[in-house]
């Protein structure tokens, strides 16, 4: 597989790739100072590290010297430690600040990313700013004392300076700067906190929409309303040359992503969410234009991911194993319900595997708003099987 993401050729076949890694149970991790290679790699437990020559911004004399001097010397112990031995001329500022991005520094704990970039009060350095001074002055002082006759005599100490304490980044800001550099989101990505609206709701990956949309005349679900869900990556407000305004949205899932154009009065509806960083919910379907062999995707709304929970599930149909019931489960359902009330309905299969025997237990007043109590306590309990009836 590591060699098949080497061979990918574009961003978009390098992340579908990563994404059958994950289903095939393979790890695949973001770049390491002392794991990576050139290319995608695999590592000593078996895993998929990320190549240097996938960040944008390092170049490759950065690359040859930093894999070099750790191939001769070994592992980096720390960012003190790498900026001594790197060739400074070729590890540039610009060369550390994408290799401090992409999270190829993690590995060195004592520091997270955003000390790196934090500044010192009442000066304009940063932290990496800091570090690039420090190994400057030892490598001009190693300079000078392997060209001293008396070397070992007049060589003084340089104390190691420490970095800016900052806050850590939050996750979405983290995940910006990784995809900035790399392409792509490496420690997670906007969509973790939505799979299980992912998996339930019936939505279309965009890949499998994106080739329905390259050939609509040609596909059998050309005819069929589509469901999609995604991150907005970019989101543009254009003008025609007659003067009329319209946008172009593009968002990803875990699978790719597709560009939707909105034009005239769908663009005065939905240009609130032409807003990069949005996790989208978008339905519309394919229609015909004045030639009939001719299709354009016509949207027909546009709604915040978020609330998928709450205002489209009609109802929540769970398999609940005999053994899984007791009074924490009672209890757990009968304080959610009261709590989140709603118009939700659930039903409750109560089966016996080994007798083969169900019940089905309906709620017939009270009903629920969909929250994320129950999702959590769904993920706790893996032997309840869960089916989504979406409105």
Known sequence: MAGVLNHAGNIEKITFFMEECKRMGLKVLGPDINESQKGFAVNK?????FGFMGLKG????????????????????SIFDMIKRVNLRAANKKSLEALAYSGAFDCFTEYHRAQYFGCVKDTNSTGLDIIVQFG??????????????????????????????VDPWPLTELLDHEKDVTGMFMSGHPLDNFKFEMKHYGFTPIAEFAEV??????????????????????????????????????????????????????????????????????????????????????????NLLEIT???????????????????????????????????????????????????????LSNGVTMNDEIVHWLEENKDVDVQVVVA
């Not at 070099?68 to 070994?74: D, I, L």
């Not at 663009?267 to 009939?292: A, D, H, I, P, W």
Request: hydrophobic share 35%.
């Open 213 to 302: 949309k390259e050939a609509p005349q040609l596909s059998p679900k050309k005819n069929k309303p589509f469901k999609i869900a995604g991150l907005v990556v970019d989101g543009q407000h254009r003008v025609t040359k007659t003067g009329r305004n319209f946008g172009v949205l593009c968002i990803e899932d875990f699978s790719g992503k597709t560009e939707l154009m909105l034009w005239s009065d769908d663009y005065v509806k939905f240009q609130n969410y032409l807003e990069k960083g949005k996790s989208v919910l978008v339905q519309g379907e394919f229609k015909t234009r004045f030639n009939q062999d001719q299709y354009e995707f016509k949207v027909t709304s546009i």
């Open 58 to 77: 390092v170049g490759e004399n950065a690359i040859e010297f930093i894999l070099e001097e750790r191939t001769k010397n070994g592992p980096y112990s």
């Open 136 to 165: 400057q002055r030892f490598q001009a002082q190693a300079q000078s004392t392997s060209n001293s006759l008396f070397g070992d005599m007049v060589q003084m100490h340089i104390p190691t300076p420490q970095l800016p304490k």
């Open 45 to 49: 437990k078996g895993e998929i590290r």
């Open 309 to 363: 929970k709450a205002s489209f599930t009609k109802q929540l149909i769970l398999d609940v194993p005999t053994k899984v019931i007791n009074s924490d489960f009672v209890d757990f359902f009968d304080k959610n319900v009261k709590t989140f009330p709603g118009k939700t309905s659930i039903k409750f299969n109560i089966i016996e595997p080994k007798d083969n025997l169900k019940v089905s237990l309906y709620t």
